[in-house]
């Protein structure tokens, strides 16, 4: 089914439906703490704080047909939550936080196009690049970021048994260091299309002159 993007305030997320399915990938994707239940505000557990007016939430939805407003979607049986980010106005970037893809959708280029649509709406409200952190023992998240053209800024960041490292992306850079990559993938991949067919070439060949002896 096809894929559709929205960017939601956070003030505007209201219905339970869509605070479940937010929920429920959150905790997909990171395991939330024991005793968290969707009647807690989103940021509070998400963020340590409560402060909703410069937050937004970069929603993935997969669907059949055109997508309805967000706190309609998460109960319509042909709408499924494929992922989320979370992005909030912090100082002179765009904070992102909890970028996770649902399992079954992973592999296809989902949190690059959200990261793509948070470099929009940093952009859009001025902002000179992204920021956020990722866990250090999580080196395959951060690899992801550092592969859009972010760069980390300082090891060791976090609370208690969990460190963490900064990260920053000048902007405009997600959509730049995605099309070196989609051209590093396209070259590959005809690499090793050229190989096989060249593989198959010499096969036939040789076949030939066996069958010629």
């Given at each position: 089914?096809p894929?559709?993007?929205?960017?939601?305030p956070h003030?505007?997320?209201h219905a339970?439906?869509?605070?479940?399915?937010m929920?429920s990938?959150l905790?997909?994707?990171?395991?939330l703490?024991d005793?968290?239940?969707?009647?807690q505000?989103?940021?509070s557990?998400?963020?340590g704080?409560?402060e909703?007016?410069?937050?937004?939430?970069l929603?993935?939805?997969?669907?059949d047909?055109?997508?309805?407003e967000p706190?309609?979607?998460?109960?319509e049986?042909?709408?499924?939550?494929?992922?989320?980010c979370g992005?909030?106005l912090?100082?002179t970037?765009?904070?992102?936080?909890n970028?996770c893809v649902?399992?079954?959708?992973?592999?296809?280029?989902l949190?690059?196009q959200?990261?793509?649509?948070?470099?929009?709406?940093?952009l859009?409200?001025g902002k000179s690049?992204?920021?956020?952190?990722v866990e250090?023992?999580?080196?395959?998240n951060?690899?992801?970021y550092?592969?859009?053209?972010?760069?980390?800024?300082?090891?060791?960041?976090g609370?208690?048994?969990?460190?963490?490292v900064?990260f920053?992306?000048?902007l405009p850079?997600?959509?730049?260091?995605?099309?070196?990559?989609?051209h590093?993938?396209?070259?590959r991949a005809?690499f090793?299309?050229?190989?096989?067919a060249?593989?198959?070439?010499?096969?036939?060949?040789?076949?030939k002159?066996?069958?010629?002896r």
């Amino acid at each position: 089914m096809p894929i559709h993007y929205q960017t939601v305030p956070h003030t505007a997320v209201h219905a339970s439906a869509l605070i479940n399915a937010m929920f429920s990938l959150l905790d997909m994707c990171f395991g939330l703490a024991d005793g968290v239940d969707p009647g807690q505000e989103l940021l509070s557990v998400m963020l340590g704080c409560s402060e909703g007016s410069l937050t937004s939430w970069l929603l993935c939805w997969q669907s059949d047909g055109s997508v309805p407003e967000p706190n309609r979607a998460a109960s319509e049986k042909n709408c499924t939550l494929a992922g989320l980010c979370g992005a909030t106005l912090y100082h002179t970037s765009l904070y992102v936080f909890n970028l996770c893809v649902h399992p079954r959708h992973r592999g296809c280029g989902l949190g690059t196009q959200l990261l793509l649509l948070a470099e929009h709406c940093a952009l859009e409200n001025g902002k000179s690049f992204i920021s956020g952190t990722v866990e250090a023992k999580h080196q395959s998240n951060l690899q992801f970021y550092t592969s859009l053209g972010a760069v980390p800024q300082e090891t060791g960041y976090g609370h208690g048994e969990v460190p963490s490292v900064r990260f920053r992306c000048a902007l405009p850079s997600v959509a730049a260091h995605n099309k070196v990559r989609r051209h590093q993938q396209y070259a590959r991949a005809r690499f090793w299309a050229l190989a096989a067919a060249t593989i198959c070439i010499a096969c036939v060949l040789l076949k030939k002159k066996m069958s010629n002896r």
